[in-house]
């Protein structure tokens, strides 16, 4: 057989790599309909078969290095849930006297959902495994895009299960780390809050309340330097 030739069976490989333009648009249609979410239902549960698919699917997200620096902690016990809720409490308070002026504004969203989701994970990046491929120059910055890269791979398939989820960055990292017992090295990055809602919302909850305006992407693109207005 020629060197290149295509057999029957490399045929049918690619014809199950491609992807239908009705699948292309259900894709990009779950990534508009991707929403940071705040308000989830009460007393409401996500079934394990459908817990265990999006994890798969954080699980299948790429990694500099294949170093997977992602750890999922699943908090199920409801006074670690509490203490939880409490400094992300702490720090909301921090915040808004950090805000000055947009204070109140601030106390007036409704800016996580911990204690109401179905499910609360929290997402750590791993101490450093000493991967060099591909991250020498920038070796945290890489393991946190990577473990960011997974998280958004969950955003996007609890969205396609039509579960809400929301990413919480509200706390001390080294508190939660210390609730948490987690390693030398390891830092708490994420606090998602995931389960079902009665509703999503139809634009980004900070663009509805007025808190900011997205920028359109044609501000955010440019050719071969820097150009950008800041």
Same mark, same amino acid.
């Given at each position: ?44 549960? #996500? ?10 699917? %954080? ?51 409704? #800016? ?9 994970? #929290? ?8 991967? #060099? ?51 030398? &090295? ?8 995931? &389960? ?25 693109? %440019? ?8």
């Amino acid at each position: 057989m020629p060197r290149h030739s295509i057999s029957s069976a490399d045929e049918q490989k690619t014809e199950q790599s491609l992807f239908s333009e009705t699948e292309c648009n259900a894709l990009y249609r779950i990534i508009q309909a991707r929403r940071d979410m705040r308000h989830f239902t009460p007393d409401a549960k #996500v079934e394990p078969t459908v817990l265990q698919r999006i994890l798969e699917a %954080a699980h299948a997200a790429p990694s500099v290095g294949l170093m997977q620096p992602w750890r999922f902690i699943r908090i199920q016990k409801k006074e670690l849930r509490q203490k939880i809720s409490l400094l992300v409490d702490t720090e909301i308070e921090q915040t808004a006297e950090a805000l000055d002026k947009r204070k109140q504004e601030f106390l007036a969203l409704k #800016v996580e959902g911990i204690r109401e989701c179905a499910e609360l994970f #929290v997402v750590v990046k791993a101490p450093d495994d000493g991967t #060099v491929f591909g991250r020498r120059t920038m070796p945290d910055e890489m393991a946190l895009c990577s473990t960011a890269c997974a998280i958004q791979n969950l955003w996007l398939a609890a969205r396609a299960e039509n579960l809400g989820m929301g990413w919480v960055s509200l706390f001390n990292p080294d508190e939660l780390a210390s609730l948490l017992h987690c390693p030398n &090295g390891a830092k708490p990055i994420a606090l998602l809050c995931i &389960g079902p809602v009665d509703s999503f919302y139809s634009k980004p909850m900070l663009e509805t309340t007025g808190w900011r305006d997205p920028r359109p992407l044609q501000q955010l693109i %440019a050719e071969d330097r820097y150009t950008f207005i800041e």
